[in-house]
């Protein structure tokens, strides 16, 4: 019996989108294939104490060894998903569906004389054409209904049918116009047939041309005023389009394809498979493969090819693919002569196809973000990047904490800076910090890391000045102390702590700039380097050559980790300065008023109009405004030039009172981040 804590993956790595897991035995065989709404909970729900699981349960988690998923984009999905890999690999420990039960198909009976649609189970019948399986018998039976209105086939019974043709008269259907009525000769035999077949094609996919013929008709009844036409032609053509929604996991019957997918960042990359039979998903691989030289994604495809089907993988009738190899011709004659018979190697346009793309795009991204977090928890990968890091700056000793510190505007507004922290090579994200610029105005982004390392190391020197140390920290620094409080772990708070190596994110300029900052405040025991996104190279203070680390360095992976955490932290904290700001209205502006009040005095009002007009006496009676804040207030909005009334274009009226307030937006409050303060 296997312990289940030896396979059990880290909470944070799993995903909470919908999707399908499958349990494996120690020889790799699937032994369980489940569904999830989401797959975090469900997952830890198996890795509970063994005396709380069902008898079931507890067995198979004992016998398996290790489980794995897949992301899906909707529930309906995770359950087609799930049948198929049921049927493929027949799990011992999963319910076996005797007749298929659960999962019925959609058929049409065209062994008949006059064919008839249905909802069918079980095994498949000769002269039977089926499409399917659906997720519940009800959504087969709404698109029925829908396509009935264009389509009118019989649905009928038998014995419905034939007493039907006895009595002369027709079923309830038959007098809506939702079946052709062929029971009582309203239509022949052959022209039946043509609707089934109809439906059919409509169903396999070939709907463009119906859609066009009823646009038409459409047109043309309206053009000649029979507008009841026309409202019905066009009813017809909202059923149609609402029964085109399609399942993106089940193709139509006959696709034999296999999809490849490929999410990659600077050093890695990850590549998805999904192997389509019979309009099924009958399989998945995939892997994370180290990018050891410059490729691009069209190059990443044409390995993933070769690797794929180079070993004697079948190769099916198409190959959808995200980018095409830079040579195409030669790569689709080599698949083409190992199939034997031409093959499809394409991008995925429109339809069902590139929503499944869209699936395996999901999953490949998945994997690598998956990978990383396995990587990035390994501690003896974490201490060789960081012996790698100190080899290579020739470090006294390996950094155990580096702070990265990036800049972040758009056109020289809002113009921010981040500061983040990683301790043994892993984000500690209550030390992260958000700086605003503020020594100058415009676009400077050396300017910028200079003011940002200035202020950072200053609140250094004081913080160890507060806590004991000695420090002489420069008069006439905007930024206060916090004082000797402790965290968690007993170190003195927010920036007392110094790091051992200091990365900015940048080249020679930005490395210069937070030189510069250091030597003016006297600090020399802080390495310092900056890396370069464009080649991803480490510059040094004083050296006119960067450090350039290998690829498949564990080193250069983390530098790479830390600078984009703070690219990703300054990007977040700017765009939500930004959104404020274009928000933000006039009361924004008043001291000491927060977004309760502000909402408060504008449902008082009504608008911020009246709320203007308002007297120091008016706005005291609203329950929260003292006279002090409504004194402000009033100076405030009575300091303000009242912006222009809108006009509606329209009818050229005024615009007043009710539209002034939906125009007076509250600002949102901020969002949760690791830490408020801004230096």
Avoid at 452 to 465: H, K, N, P, T
Wanted: glycine content about 8%; aromatic content about 6%; charged content about 30%.
């Amino acid at each position: 019996m296997a312990d289940p804590s030896t396979y059990r993956p880290a909470p944070g790595a799993i995903p909470t989108s919908p999707g399908v897991y499958r349990f494996r035995d120690a020889h790799g065989r699937v032994i369980y294939v489940g569904k999830a709404k989401s797959l975090r909970p469900r997952l830890s729900s198996y890795f509970q104490d063994l005396a709380g699981l069902h008898p079931r349960t507890a067995t198979m988690v004992t016998t398996a060894a290790s489980v794995e998923w897949t992301v899906v984009g909707t529930e309906v999905e995770a359950l087609q998903l799930e049948y198929s890999w049921i049927k493929e690999f027949d799990p011992r420990f999963n319910v076996k569906y005797r007749d298929d039960k659960s999962y019925p198909e959609l058929a049409v009976t065209l062994n008949e004389e006059y064919p008839r649609v249905q909802v069918m189970r079980g095994a498949h019948k000769k002269g039977v054409r089926y499409f399917g399986p659906y997720g519940h018998a009800w959504a087969i039976r709404e698109t029925v209904d829908l396509l009935l209105r264009v389509f009118p086939v019989r649905t009928c019974s038998n014995g419905v049918f034939k007493r039907a043709g006895q009595v002369g008269r027709p079923c309830l259907l038959g007098y809506i116009g939702k079946c052709a009525a062929p029971c009582v000769g309203k239509v022949s035999a052959d022209e039946h047939r043509a609707l089934a077949e109809d439906f059919c094609d409509f169903m396999a996919g070939r709907t463009g041309n119906y859609l066009r013929r009823l646009e038409e008709q459409m047109q043309e009844a309206a053009a000649e005023l029979e507008y009841e036409k026309a409202a019905r032609l066009r009813d017809d053509i909202g059923a149609l389009k609402r029964a085109m929604e399609r399942n993106a996991i089940v193709l139509a019957d006959a696709t034999d394809a296999d999809l490849l997918a490929v999410a990659e960042d600077e050093l890695e990359a990850a590549v998805q498979i999904f192997h389509v039979r019979g309009g099924r998903v009958r399989g998945q691989r995939g892997w994370v493969t180290d990018k050891v030289e410059d490729v691009d994604t069209a190059g990443l495809v044409e390995h993933a090819l070769q690797q794929l089907y180079g070993g004697g993988e079948s190769v099916p009738r198409e190959v959808l693919v995200p980018a095409l190899p830079d040579q195409v011709e030669p790569v689709r004659e080599w698949l083409s002569g190992l199939r034997g018979s031409q093959v499809d190697l394409r991008i995925p346009q429109r339809g069902d196809k590139k929503d499944l793309m869209a699936t395996v795009q999901r999953n490949a991204q998945q994997a690598l973000a998956l990978h990383k977090t396995k990587r990035a928890s390994d501690l003896t990968t974490r201490s060789r990047a960081l012996q790698e890091i100190a080899d290579a700056l020739e470090l006294d000793s390996v950094p155990l904490r580096i702070e990265c510190y990036d800049i972040s505007h758009l056109q020289g507004e809002d113009v921010v800076a981040s500061m983040v922290v990683f301790e043994d090579g892993l984000a500690r994200k209550s030390e992260y910090r958000r700086f605003q610029i503020r020594g100058f105005e415009g676009q400077d982004d050396v300017r910028s890391m200079h003011e940002v390392i200035s202020r950072r190391f200053r609140r250094y020197l004081q913080e160890r000045e507060q806590t004991g140390e000695w420090a002489v920290p420069e008069e006439g620094d905007p930024d206060t102390a916090t004082g000797g409080a402790r965290d968690e772990d007993g170190r003195p708070k927010r920036f007392a702590y110094p790091p051992q190596l200091l990365v900015v994110d940048g080249g020679q300029p930005q490395v210069a700039a937070a030189k510069r900052a250091l030597d003016e405040l006297g600090i020399d025991d802080v390495a310092l380097c900056g890396l370069a996104k464009r080649l991803e190279e480490v510059w040094l203070p004083g050296e006119d050559d960067p450090v350039v680390l290998p690829r498949s360095s564990e080193g250069l992976y983390l530098l790479q980790r830390v600078r984009d955490e703070a690219h990703r932290f300054a990007i977040s904290y700017q765009r939500n300065k930004r959104s404020k700001r274009l928000t933000a209205g006039e009361l924004d502006s008043v001291p000491g008023l927060g977004e309760t009040r502000r909402r408060a005095l504008l449902k008082h009002f009504g608008s911020l109009k009246k709320l203007r007009a308002a007297t120091v006496d008016e706005l005291c009676e609203v329950p929260g405004i003292g006279r002090r804040t409504a004194q402000t207030v009033a100076e405030v909005l009575s300091s303000r030039t009242p912006a222009a009334p809108a006009v509606n274009t329209a009818t050229g009226e005024i615009i007043e009172d009710g539209a002034e307030q939906a125009a007076e937006p509250v600002a949102a409050a901020p969002q949760t981040a690791p830490s408020q303060e801004t230096p």
